[in-house]
């Protein structure tokens, strides 16, 4: 079984500038995350989709982060415009309750902001 | 709680010797514990979960515990192996799997 895709696997741009992560969770698996882990500290929610519906983005700072599940399968997350704290590694996950709920992460993006 | 600073607590163990971490949740709420693995340059990785309906789950070479009433978690490696070596999280859930609450770490290394 294939695990969660995600690209790019590293993206260097400008404070101010726009940059956009790409997810493909395993198949099958309805409920997406998006987390951000900054260096030496445990990943933190994002946001949260059931499907196409957003479940949970309440630590989503929106006026800059923005994420979309259109077809309830491949999430985007875009940062307009990025800040020197946005670097960091940004992992999507994806669970089923199918497979018991159990929580699996992608590789990450890692993102440096200068 | 989230974790601040990039100082983790390190554990350092002998090749062959069992290994144990420990993690110390924060909402007396939660109701679901797991631990990840996560390597460098890798993304976290399922080890072993636990409901708070129990208070040991053994898998393979790994046991996890859990404590309610001081709201302690440990996992336990036996025999711990080179490839044991990453830093190990403990991540607890108020609606089994939703919102999960990541700790702050602890970087296991594994001297042969």
């Known amino acids: 079984e294939a695990g969660v895709a995600q690209s790019p696997r590293y993206k260097i741009i400008e404070k101010r500038q726009s940059v956009a992560f790409w997810c493909n969770p395993i198949s099958g698996h309805a409920t997406l995350y998006w987390y951000q882990q900054i260096l030496g500290q445990g990943p933190k929610l994002l946001i949260q989709f059931q499907n196409n519906g957003v479940v949970d983005d309440s630590q989503l700072p929106k006026d800059r982060f923005s994420a979309e599940r259109l077809k309830g399968v491949d999430s985007t997350l875009k940062i307009q415009p990025a800040k020197l704290e946005d670097s960091a590694v940004y992992l999507c996950a994806s669970s089923s309750r199918l497979s018991g709920n159990t929580i699996y992460f992608g590789e990450g993006s890692w993102l440096t902001v200068v | 709680g989230e974790s601040v600073g990039l100082h983790l607590p390190t554990l350092s163990v002998q090749e062959g010797d069992n290994s144990i971490i420990n993690c110390a949740y924060s909402n007396s709420a939660s109701d679901y514990f797991i631990w990840y693995k996560q390597e460098s340059g890798k993304g976290p990785q399922f080890i072993i979960d636990?409901?708070?309906?129990?208070d040991k789950r053994q898998g393979q070479r790994v046991t996890v515990l859990l404590n309610k009433t001081v709201k302690h978690l440990s996992l336990q490696i036996a025999a711990t192996q080179p490839g044991d070596s990453a830093v190990y999280f403990c991540a607890e859930s108020v609606e089994y799997g939703n919102k999960l609450v990541f700790g702050a770490g602890t970087i296991l290394r594994v001297k042969s």
């Open positions: 636990i409901r708070s309906n129990m």
